[in-house]
């Protein structure tokens, strides 16, 4: 009976001839992380503390526990950073504050600095 099976080798593989030994390996470069920007709240006498509060929550998602207690930092220090966010969403972030502060003529500033 005859056997079909392909013998095994051991050793050096086959080398090819197809011209594929001379290409260089490309090896991607590792990306960088965009940089991050904190948002900042400015305190001021005259905006209500409760309109503070509702910003924290409207705009970025705090539970009223989490408002009260950024808008107390801000309160007590002056200055709180209310998140980290890339450019885009930080900038954002700080128009829509200010337009709704604007609107409520409130002097709220909010403001953003890269981390």
């Known amino acids: 009976m005859r056997s079909f099976a392909t013998p095994i080798t051991l050793g050096k593989p086959p080398t090819r001839t197809d ?3 001379d290409l260089a390996v490309k090896t991607r470069p590792k990306t960088q992380r965009p940089p991050m920007y904190k948002v900042l ?4 006498d005259f905006t209500p503390m409760e309109f503070v ?4 929550e409207r705009l970025f998602g ?11 930092t801000v309160h007590r220090k002056g200055i709180a950073v209310v998140g980290v966010f890339s450019h885009e969403v930080a900038e ?12 409520q ?11």
């Not at 954002?92 to 604007?102: G, I, N, W, Y």
């Not at 003529?105 to 981390?115: A, R, S």
């Open 19 to 21: 011209g594929d030994e």
């Open 41 to 44: 709240l400015l305190n001021d």
């Open 62 to 72: 705090m539970t009223h526990a989490q408002a009260i207690e950024i808008m107390l």
């Open 105 to 115: 003529q409130h002097p709220l500033q909010c403001t953003m600095e890269k981390e």
């Open 53 to 56: 509060v509702h910003i924290l």
């Open 92 to 103: 954002t972030k700080v128009a829509q504050v200010m337009e709704l502060a604007r609107r």
